[in-house]
T-cell receptor, first 112, second 114 residues
Framework: GDSVTQMEGPVTLSEEAFLTINCTYTATGYPSLFWYVQYPGEGLQLLLKATKADDKGSNKGFEATYRKETTSFHLEKGSVQVSDSAVYFCALTLSGTYKYIFGTGTRLKVLA | DTAVSQTPKYLVTQMGNDKSIKCEQNLGHDTMYWYKQDSKKFLKIMFSYNNKELIINETVPNRFSPKSPDKAHLNLHINSLELGDSAVYFC?????????????FGPGTRLTVL
């Protein structure tokens, strides 16, 4: 079935370090891919998205490229800040459906 | 203006009780969802409504009953609460376009069953 696999956390980095959070997916059809971020005590909010192969989503210094050949959508940021500490969720949805499939989430902790 | 709101934010209750969580969205979206997030942050879809019609009903115990009085509201009623129901429940909404929808989440309701 359709699924999203994220790297296990927690990920602990020093401020200004480079961040990669891996996400791979399995889907029948052509999914749209998303990264959501959940700050402590809050609901999820969209960070970025890509709707077709080779699209790059970007926001707040974060980037992810839709790679159909490797079925991946890895999240990257060149220089993380303490304020980036949160849980990050990779997700997909399939055209013609209402269903969202979320990964298990990856907790990021950035130390000053 | 709050886009997706939920009440209450915290709910503490005894096993066996019946409780409701309310959700409202002012975004004009056609589709609304309920999710359950457990203590490990795993997010699982429970229900989805489109224009007041139930379209997704995952394998959720029938003690959980969603109700959508209109497009802007999706409430969740839970009967005979159990310890395992303790979690954070999120409401979300999304626009009509399928396949590329962004989901807009409420702030969550933390349910604790004692």
């Amino acid at each position: 079935g359709d699924s999203v696999t994220q790297m296990e956390g927690p990920v602990t980095l020093s401020e200004e370090a480079f961040l990669t959070i891996n996400c791979t997916y399995t889907a029948t059809g052509y999914p749209s891919l998303f990264w959501y971020v959940q700050y402590p005590g809050e609901g999820l909010q969209l960070l970025l998205k890509a709707t077709k192969a080779d699209d790059k989503g970007s926001n707040k210094g974060f980037e992810a490229t839709y790679r159909k050949e490797t079925t991946s959508f890895h999240l990257e940021k060149g220089s993380v800040q303490v304020s980036d500490s949160a849980v990050y969720f990779c997700a997909l949805t399939l055209s013609g459906t209402y269903k969202y499939i979320f990964g298990t989430g990856t907790r990021l902790k950035v130390l000053a | 203006d709050t886009a997706v709101s939920q009440t209450p934010k915290y709910l503490v209750t005894q096993m066996g009780n019946d409780k409701s969580i309310k959700c409202e969205q002012n975004l004009g979206h056609d589709t609304m969802y309920w999710y359950k997030q457990d203590s490990k942050k795993f997010l699982k879809i429970m229900f989805s409504y489109n224009n007041k019609e139930l379209i997704i009903n995952e394998t959720v115990p029938n003690r959980f009953s969603p109700k959508s009085p209109d497009k802007a509201h999706l409430n969740l009623h839970i009967n005979s609460l159990e310890l395992g129901d303790s979690a954070v429940y999120f409401c979300a909404s999304s626009p009509r376009e399928r396949g590329t929808d962004t989901q807009y989440f409420g702030p969550g309701t933390r349910l604790t069953v004692l």
